[in-house]
């Protein structure tokens, strides 16, 4: 049997590598490491890179292994999950992995201009009903821009047709400029070694995902800060599920 929640938010506390601000939605919590985090947190000059609704933290610890002079964040509000990557930050102790737990709402708070020089999006919720909830809607890449380098980079890796469609149409509406784009990640030709390693990580959904067949789409874009940003407003037909074992919970066939 896991280990129970009340026992997982104990240890959060008192883990280094964790930071937890999750009811500063209704009021600006002040975050002293706004700015600091690569002398206060990580004592090193290196890029720091987001993974944005974490989860258990797979991709988070995966990418930390993988590249020990890049520091990576993994953020999410659900403690219980994030306590699985946190912990195993410490046991394995990678010294470039931190996580914070958040409201993503709000996660320009944590992170000075420039600070941030890549954003994962794996896996994140289609939100088919709510643009404004979509990680990557037109109002999360305004508040991205607050914190990431002028033209950093953003990866989006989905099983979701929806999100991904909608995610390409919102780049191409706004001339962003695209590093890599593929409906079908794992039979896809032209992806140089370095990335094919990074996109090797699976976590343990992705992995679900694979079992049923389903393919998985990858976007890579770089987020200039100049241009007002605009949503496609086109209509994208909807996913025939919502996430693992739950059927499509609305009777509309499309939405923008």
Request: glycine residues 8%; charged residues 25%; contains cysteine.
């Amino acid at each position: 049997m896991g280990k129970g929640k009340l026992a997982k938010f104990a240890d959060m506390e008192r883990y280094e590598n964790v930071f937890q601000y999750p009811y500063s939605v209704m009021e600006h919590v002040p975050f002293d490491m706004q700015g600091h985090w690569h002398e206060r947190y990580f004592h090193n000059d290196h890029p720091i890179v987001l993974e944005l609704g974490c989860g258990k933290g797979e991709y988070t610890v995966g990418l930390a292994r993988m590249f020990p002079d890049i520091n990576f964040i993994g953020v999410d509000i659900k403690g219980a999950r994030m306590w699985t990557g946190a912990t195993q930050a410490l046991n394995e102790g990678l010294h470039n992995v931190a996580f914070l737990r958040t409201h993503i709402e709000i996660i320009d708070r944590f992170f000075a201009p420039g600070e941030v020089q890549e954003i994962w999006l794996t896996f994140s919720d289609p939100q088919m009903k709510n643009p404004r909830k979509r990680l990557t809607s037109t109002y999360f890449m305004e508040r991205y821009r607050r914190f990431l380098l002028d033209g950093g980079i953003v990866h989006l890796k989905t099983d979701s047709p929806f999100l991904y469609t909608y995610t390409r149409l919102m780049v191409e509406k706004n001339q962003l400029p695209v590093l890599f784009s593929t409906d079908d990640l794992y039979h896809a030709e032209g992806i140089d070694e370095a990335t094919t390693q990074i996109l090797s990580i699976h976590t343990y959904y992705e992995n679900m995902w694979i079992e049923r067949g389903l393919s998985i789409k990858y976007l890579k874009f770089r987020l200039p800060h100049e241009g007002v940003l605009e949503e496609s407003g086109e209509e994208i037909p909807l996913d025939e599920y919502r996430s693992y074992r739950r059927d499509k919970r609305s009777t509309r066939d499309k939405a923008c």
